[in-house]
């Protein structure tokens, strides 16, 4: 009997059922050492990784410890950091969101004599992040951007052949669908994301600021910070105008799963969320199955369209016990084969490039040659440039704009979040703290 795993992104096999490739070139010349991985904390990647540290330690002997993060990237990013300066070394490989490399550098393993080829094999992009200080401190996982996702069934029902290209043909487009669908009853709203005052507002709010023309948090040209911007407040104004009308009120509390549940229920139109929140959508007791499309997000009349650039990596603790045999489980998990594996059974996205341009794998995934398009269009966020302090900055950001969605000044609240973060930006490193 097949046995399958339902969680809030879909129902799963489990990791006994998976079959992951096996370690290319294994040695078990590392048997029975015992390392410690901190790990994905969502259900699927979880299973997914349990699986994968099955093979691993068959193929060479070497015992993991799989301890998932928490489920809050805020939370993880205190976790790791609190670890850190505490001198712990219990856990020998940390999964890292792509924004914190910078900031853990000096307490991650220098990978570039053990992986420096390697990493020759995946985004320029992502090996850039991982690249600090001229030293490789972390290796690309799998990659991740911001998305429109859409129902198609809906969109064709009401006479539209295509997704929005412009916030102004996406608020059109909601109010009218959104409205013809509750004169018959049915409750549904236009458009849902994540609201919560945490790192996924910064992206929301980023992709709104560019898309307006409002540039980025800081100007690449002038290294200035860039927030109290006529543009970046007008884009401001339009999503906090969102909310009421094609927006539920209770998107001020949404993150990336609330908003995939709402959205999978049936509960929207359109929806900005992560490309990995794909396979729940197309899991085989996923509601809408089948039903939904995947686009780049809308941008202003005139501007372009922009996603923000997520992903994760994996670095090794510069005071792991067993170095070796934690690069080699960094190796296997980023290897080609581990990331094609992971992108059929999650809809992770490779970070090596030639899986980009594999047909079989565009074959299995089609949400590869829809996503393929949007790459050129990812921006980043200056973590590389704030480094340990972009925590702080960023807090400061997602607050500024969650006040602007309750309800404050949006003029106001830029010209104060402006001043923040300037003088963030000119304090002392040791004196950073999340405010």
């Not at 992951?20 to 904390?41: C, H, L, M, Q």
């Not at 929806?271 to 509601?287: C, K, Q, T």
């Not at 990596?313 to 998990?333: D, I, K, M, T």
């Amino acid at each position: 009997m097949l046995i399958v795993l339902c969680a809030a992104g879909g129902c799963h096999r489990t990791a006994e059922e998976l079959s992951p490739p096996p370690v290319p070139e294994a040695t078990r010349r590392f048997a029975g050492v015992s390392i410690t991985y901190y790990g994905d904390s969502h259900e699927l990647g979880r299973t997914l990784e349990r699986s994968l540290i099955q093979r691993f330690e068959q193929d060479t002997g070497i015992r993991v410890n799989l301890v998932p993060r928490p489920e809050s990237t805020t939370e993880t990013y205190v976790t790791y950091d609190r670890q850190f300066k505490a001198a712990e070394a219990e856990v020998d490989v940390y999964l890292i969101d792509l924004i914190w490399p910078a900031a853990f550098a000096p307490y991650l393993l220098d990978l570039t004599p053990t992986l420096a080829t390697e990493a020759r094999n995946h985004l320029a992009m992502c090996r850039e992040s991982d690249t600090v200080g001229g030293r490789l401190v972390a290796m690309p996982y799998f990659l991740d951007l911001g998305l429109l996702y859409y129902r198609k069934d809906l969109l064709e029902q009401h006479g539209y052949a295509r997704p929005p290209v412009t916030w102004e043909q996406l608020e059109a487009m909601a109010r009218d669908i959104q409205s013809g669908e509750r004169s018959g009853g049915r409750d549904l709203w236009g458009f849902i994301w994540q609201g919560l005052a945490y790192e996924g507002l910064t992206c929301n709010a980023l992709e709104w600021q560019e898309s307006h023309g409002g540039g980025g948090l800081i100007d690449p040209r002038t290294g200035q910070v860039s927030v109290d911007d006529p543009r970046a407040i007008a884009a401001f104004r339009r999503a906090a105008g969102w909310i009421g009308t094609i927006t539920p009120p209770a998107v001020i509390s949404y993150d990336e799963p609330e908003s995939l549940d709402r959205f999978r229920e049936g509960g929207a139109v359109f929806m900005r969320n992560w490309a990995y929140v794909h396979a729940g959508l197309e899991a085989a007791d996923s509601p809408i199955r089948g039903k939904v499309g995947v686009a780049g997000l809308p941008a202003a009349a005139g501007h372009r369209s922009v996603s923000v650039m997520g992903g994760w990596q994996l670095g090794v603790s510069r005071r792991s016990r067993h170095p070796e045999a934690a690069v080699a489980f960094v190796r296997y998990l980023t290897s080609p084969e581990v990331q094609a594996w992971r992108a059929r059974e999650g809809s992770y996205l490779p970070t090596v490039q030639k899986l980009w341009d594999d047909p079989g794998l565009r074959s299995d995934l089609p949400l590869l040659a829809a996503v393929a398009p949007q790459l050129p269009n990812m921006i980043q966020r200056p973590s590389g440039r704030v480094g340990p302090r972009y925590n702080a900055f960023s807090t400061y950001y997602y607050e500024g704009v969650e006040a602007i969605l309750e309800g404050e000044a949006a003029g106001m609240i830029a010209a104060r979040m402006q001043r923040d973060m300037v003088r963030l930006l000119a304090w002392p490193e040791s004196s950073v703290r999340t405010p």
